[in-house]
């Protein structure tokens, strides 16, 4: 792993999922060359002494220098900004083709990788968990001890239920208490008119959104050689194909697909990206810094 990326097979073997989300940022951070912080949204306000408890990380070391006391640094905040991490966890997320891991591991470490970049920040970070309803849903905060929570949350709920990603969308964007940026990851395999006005929904309610779309590598380019049994994960139903004569036609389906909602998504003011889950996991994490500089 010299050259800092971080393959999908390679983060599997880096223990539970705290110290994945901390290898990714650092990962991150030194694929940049620059700290992933740099631009965020605060800045210097004043002084007042130290008190127990407090993070030394904030102590004003050259006013401890000229005045042999400890003074803390209080930044104020540029924007009143929250993050909402959305993470789709309906049964279609838990399918793994050729990918090392299944699209819902692979959104659990960018929703974890987020989810620490920024409590470090001490911005803060929400997050909902749903598929054809809400299953988990937290309101933002900034503590350090809400990272622990979070990571247990996602970690420890595993996939269920049929996909209803719009209707989901409408109502969880009925719950969020404040204007903020919205962090959508699924796979976006559902009706897509359906999908659009959830998305909208949430633009009306003066949300930012960022949607990352997860599929794996079979998903998009269907690479199996020969006759496949192909089993719905949400209704179990059973189909058997000669891939061979499907292949092109599902491509062009799939890519139509992608590139509609992309063009939806950017006249409503919606950041779209697509990736896949063989690949380094960083890039998500860069949409993201980079949706966040433009937006603050």
């Not at 290898?23 to 002494?49: A, K």
Request: aromatic letters at 8%.
């Amino acid at each position: 792993m010299a050259d800092n990326t971080y393959s999908p097979a390679e983060i599997i073997l880096l223990g539970n999922l705290r110290f994945q989300a901390k290898t990714i940022v650092e990962g991150l951070m030194l694929g940049n060359h620059s700290s992933p912080y740099h631009g965020f949204s605060v800045e210097f306000s004043q002084h007042r002494p130290y008190m127990p408890g407090d993070d030394i990380r904030h102590v004003d070391w050259q006013v401890y220098g000229k005045t042999d006391r400890y003074y803390i640094r209080q930044y104020e905040e540029e924007t009143n900004l929250n993050t909402y991490i959305l993470v789709d966890n309906s049964r279609s997320m838990d399918f793994r083709g050729i990918s090392p891991v299944s699209k819902y591991r692979y959104a659990q470490w960018v929703a974890s990788a987020l989810i620490w970049l920024l409590i470090h920040q001490n911005d803060a970070v929400g997050l909902a968990l749903f598929n054809e309803r809400i299953e988990k849903l937290y309101p933002p905060k900034s503590i350090m001890s809400y990272l622990n929570e979070l990571l247990a949350v996602l970690q420890n709920t595993p996939c269920s239920r049929s996909t209803r990603t719009g209707a989901a969308l409408q109502r969880i964007g009925e719950k969020l208490p404040r204007k903020g940026l919205v962090v959508l990851i699924s796979d976006l395999l559902d009706d897509a008119a359906s999908l659009l006005e959830g998305l909208k929904h949430l633009r009306h309610r003066g949300h930012d959104v960022l949607v990352i779309q997860l599929l794996d590598p079979e998903e998009w380019d269907l690479n199996a050689l020969q006759k496949q049994r192909f089993r719905d994960m949400e209704s179990d139903e059973d189909i058997k194909l000669d891939v061979r004569q499907i292949r092109e036609e599902y491509r062009k389906k799939i890519r139509d697909f992608t590139d509609s909602l992309n063009r939806d998504c950017g006249e409503n003011g919606i950041d779209h990206s697509l990736i896949l889950t063989d690949t380094d996991c960083r890039s998500a994490l860069l949409e993201f810094l980079k949706k966040r500089r433009r937006l603050y």
